[in-house]
T-cell receptor, first 115, second 114 residues
Framework: QQQVKQSPQSLIVQKGGISIINCAYE??????FPWYQQFPGKGPALLIA?????SEKKEGRFTISFNKSAKQFSLHIMDSQPGDSATYFC??????????????FGKGTKLSVIP | ETGVTQTPRHLVMGMTNKKSLKCEQH?????MYWYKQSAKKPLELMFV???????ENNSVPSRFSPECPNSSHLFLHLHTLQPEDSALYLC?????????????FGEGSRLTVL
């Protein structure tokens, strides 16, 4: 099963609040879990990523929490700002050889941070 | 130029036209990808090229034809498309093993099929 399930589909958060986006996967062969951020008219860009040997990774206001046994991971955005308004995609990746990776994406979460 | 550049950014074509999308990466990566992005659907992997050889073809209709003449350039040739093919087509590249799975995306080509 290659699917990655992402929720919620959309999220509205007040400025300064915490945004939380959740993802779940089935395939235990996945070994890399990135989050991508996409602004309108732009391609997705890597925001933060984690490997399954750690349970949490923090970069500035962005934190990934990873639960290997539950096969779930989540993105937390602390002190959310209007500039964080974008669509966020979780993904799960496995190496498929010859320098290429098979990335399976969630459907995305549209985050709106209101002043 | 830096990163991954895609041209054209917007394309409108009829169902009988033939057009091509172009992607160029300036990152020295070994693998290049075509993804299709439609509203409310996950990004769909279409094709993967590694060291100029196609390594993945995810049951994409033959009206889409990829070409990778070298490790820096990737094309998607389009012919006799259907209206449901209207979408944002994203090109991406990745480094080899040291890249850890990070894809670098271009800004996409917005395709409208009339």
């Amino acid at each position: 099963q290659q699917q990655v399930k992402q929720s919620p589909q959309s999220l509205i958060v007040q400025k300064g609040g915490i945004s939380i986006i959740n993802c779940a996967y089935e395939n235990t062969a996945f070994d890399y879990f990135p989050w991508y951020q996409q602004f309108p008219g732009k391609g997705p860009a890597l925001l933060i990523a984690i490997r399954p040997d750690v349970s949490e990774k923090k970069e500035g206001r962005f934190t990934i929490s990873f639960n290997k046994s539950a096969k779930q991971f989540s993105l937390h955005i602390m002190d959310s700002q209007p500039g964080d308004s974008a669509t966020y995609f979780c993904a799960a990746s496995s190496y498929s050889g010859a320098g290429s990776y098979q990335l399976t994406f969630g459907k995305g979460t549209k985050l709106s941070v209101i002043p | 130029e830096t990163g991954v550049t895609q041209t054209p950014r917007h394309l409108v074509m009829g169902m009988t036209n033939k057009k091509s999308l172009k992607c160029e990466q300036h990152l020295g990566h070994n693998a290049m990808y075509w993804y299709k992005q439609s509203a409310k659907k996950p990004l769909e992997l279409m094709f993967v090229y590694s060291l100029e050889e196609r390594v993945e073809n995810n049951s994409v209709p033959s009206r889409f034809s990829p070409e990778c003449p070298n490790s820096s350039h990737l094309f998607l040739h389009l012919h006799t498309l259907q209206p449901e093919d209207s979408a944002l087509y994203l090109c991406a590249s990745s480094q080899d093993v040291g890249g850890g799975g990070e894809l670098f995306f271009g800004e996409g080509s917005r395709l409208t099929v009339l």
